[in-house]
C-alpha cells in the first residue's frame, strides 16, 4: 500500500513541475513575443541578435524586429552630410542630411515610415529640431511588403557638433530604441 502511495505523490510532483513548467513557458513565450529586437543583418540572410543599447554606424544595416512578427524592417543610413542652407530655413545656414533606406522584410502588409520617429541629439545632450527643406523626397510614406523606400531626413545644426546621435524610437512598439553614432567631419 505504501508502493501506491509513492507512486501517487510521484505522479502529483512531477504533474505539478509539468504544469509550472508550462506555465512559465507560457509567460516567458508572450513576454518575448511582445519585445521587439534590433539586429545587425551582415549582408546576408544570416541575423546576429545585438546586445541592448548597441550603437550603429553609418552603412550598418539594422533589422527592427516587430512585436508578433516574423521579419524585420531594416534601415541602413547610408549617408551623412552637412550642407548649407538658406537662413531661411535655419539661422545657422546648415542642415544634417541623412540619407535612410527602408526595407520592409517584415510580415505585415504595409508598414507606415515616419520622419517623427526618428530624432538627433548632439554630443552635449540636445534634441536638435527637424529641417523642412522643400527640395528633399520625404521619408514618410507607406510601404508594402519586401518593397524599398529611400528618402531623407534633414536636421538644424550648426556644424561644431563633435558628434551626433541619431535615435529610431518607432510609435508603432514604443519600447524598441536604435541608435546609431554619427561623427560630424
Known amino acids: 500500500m505504501n508502493k501506491d502511495i509513492s507512486k501517487t505523490v510521484i505522479k502529483l510532483i512531477v504533474l505539478l513541475l509539468l504544469f509550472i513548467g508550462g506555465v512559465a513557458l507560457v509567460i516567458w513565450g508572450w513576454n518575448k513575443l511582445d519585445e521587439p529586437a534590433a539586429i545587425k543583418l551582415n549582408g546576408t540572410s544570416q541575423q546576429t541578435e545585438q546586445p541592448e543599447n548597441q550603437v550603429f554606424r553609418i552603412g550598418d544595416t539594422v533589422g527592427v524586429k516587430l512585436p508578433k512578427d516574423t521579419g524585420t524592417m ?27 533606406t527602408l526595407v520592409n522584410n517584415s510580415g505585415r502588409v504595409k508598414y507606415e515610415s515616419k520622419i517623427a520617429d526618428f530624432r538627433l541629439i548632439d554630443n552635449e545632450g540636445n534634441i536638435l529640431k527637424k529641417a523642412d527643406l522643400p527640395d528633399m523626397p520625404s521619408y514618410d510614406g507607406e510601404l508594402n511588403i519586401g518593397k524599398k523606400l529611400t528618402g531623407f531626413i534633414a536636421f538644424e545644426v550648426t556644424g561644431k557638433e563633435k558628434y551626433y546621435k541619431l535615435v529610431f524610437s518607432p510609435s508603432t512598439f514604443p519600447r524598441e530604441e536604435v541608435q546609431w553614432r554619427l561623427i560630424n567631419k
Open 74 to 100: 531594416d534601415f541602413t543610413i547610408s549617408k551623412q552630410e552637412i550642407i548649407n542652407v538658406d537662413p531661411a530655413y535655419n539661422p545657422t545656414g546648415k542642415v544634417l542630411k541623412l540619407v535612410i
